[in-house]
């Protein structure tokens, strides 16, 4: 949302190139005209909410973006001094409406932030009956889980999925920092012919 072109660039790629767009956000600068002239230039807007205090702003964005009839997820980074407050959290979405959930379990940070794959592995599972409720794929195939986000036997980095970040870079998914620039659809094209997979570096925690 603070690329100056956003919604230029949103609506060519989704006009122009045949690619599924989302857009994941904070969404501390959506009102309701932002949401209004984001429908029927995306396919999904994914707000980031991953504490009680976020909802504070990121629900007025959530229901904007209702409103203006963009459908929505939420994207729950589950991070470890907040992995009590999650459930609560997922409760008080699912009250307002939101009905789809992807719980992301952190990646390249300092292991105070990761909760064990075993606490993680429950509480997503307990959340399940919240609606359509996934993880990422890199988790999802190690710990063996049959609702993670399948993008076709890997990943899916730079070939089912890339990230467009605020500066216009192209990442081949947003948890690798390697970007190129330029034209979308030949910037993917040329991403979708390297192996991305395990790149993100993803070493679980294993106690």
Known sequence: MCHPRVFEILERVYHRTGLSVTMTT????????????????????????????????RGKAI????????????????????LRMVPLLGKILHGIGVR?????YPKNCD??????????????????GLGTVKVDACVG???????YVDWGGDCGAGRRIVFIDELGRIHPCSFISQSRSGDVRQVYEELKRVEWHSLCGFEPRTE
């Open 111 to 128: 292991e105070k932030w990761m909760p064990s794959l075993q606490a993680f592995r429950s509480l997503v599972e307990d959340a399940r």
């Open 26 to 57: 904070n969404g501390i600068l959506i009102g309701p005209e932002e949401a209004r002239k984001m429908s029927g230039s995306i396919d999904q807007v994914r707000v980031s909410a991953n504490t009680l205090d976020d909802l504070k702003v």
């Open 141 to 147: 195939r190690f710990l063996n889980l049959d609702f």
């Open 63 to 82: 229901q904007h973006l209702m409103d203006a009839g963009v459908r929505v997820g939420v994207n729950i980074l589950v991070l470890r001094p907040y």
């Open 100 to 104: 789809d959930f992807i719980y992301l």
